[in-house]
């Protein structure tokens, strides 16, 4: 059985956050939890919740042991942008982009 969750608009770039996501695809989720703990990346912190919430919540309904699951599918993707800006010199205004990013996971009990 699968069960999936999202998080959407993390407030970290996805270029960033995909580098933690490639880093526990494929992993059992206890493994993933200890490399996302100690991980000192930007989006590590956003991925660690999301896994931690989708492994109680398939535990809850379906009683399985955190040993028996693996992460199936974790991919990311852009979020909405805020567009911001400075003022420089001579009048001049740099546009400055605040990007955001959505993750989807899935978690798979292994046979």
């Given at each position: 059985?699968?069960?999936?969750?999202k998080?959407?608009?993390?407030?970290?770039?996805?270029?960033?956050?995909?580098?933690?996501?490639?880093?526990?695809?494929?992993?059992?989720?206890?493994?993933?939890?200890?490399?996302?703990?100690f991980?000192?990346?930007?989006?590590?912190?956003?991925?660690?919740?999301?896994?931690?919430?989708?492994?109680?919540?398939?535990?809850?309904?379906?009683?399985?042991?955190?040993?028996d699951?693996i992460?199936?599918?974790?991919?990311?993707?852009?979020?909405?942008?805020?567009?911001?800006?400075?003022?420089?010199?001579?009048?001049?205004f740099?546009?400055?982009?605040?990007?955001?990013?959505?993750?989807?996971?899935?978690?798979e009990?292994?046979?």
């Amino acid at each position: 059985m699968e069960y999936k969750g999202k998080l959407n608009n993390l407030r970290v770039s996805p270029r960033k956050v995909k580098l933690i996501a490639d880093m526990v695809k494929s992993m059992p989720v206890e493994k993933a939890l200890a490399i996302l703990e100690f991980t000192n990346k930007a989006g590590a912190r956003g991925v660690y919740k999301l896994v931690r919430s989708v492994e109680s919540n398939f535990k809850y309904l379906n009683s399985v042991k955190k040993a028996d699951l693996i992460i199936k599918h974790i991919f990311v993707t852009p979020a909405p942008v805020l567009k911001r800006g400075k003022a420089v010199s001579r009048g001049r205004f740099h546009r400055i982009l605040r990007r955001s990013s959505n993750i989807n996971i899935s978690l798979e009990q292994r046979s």
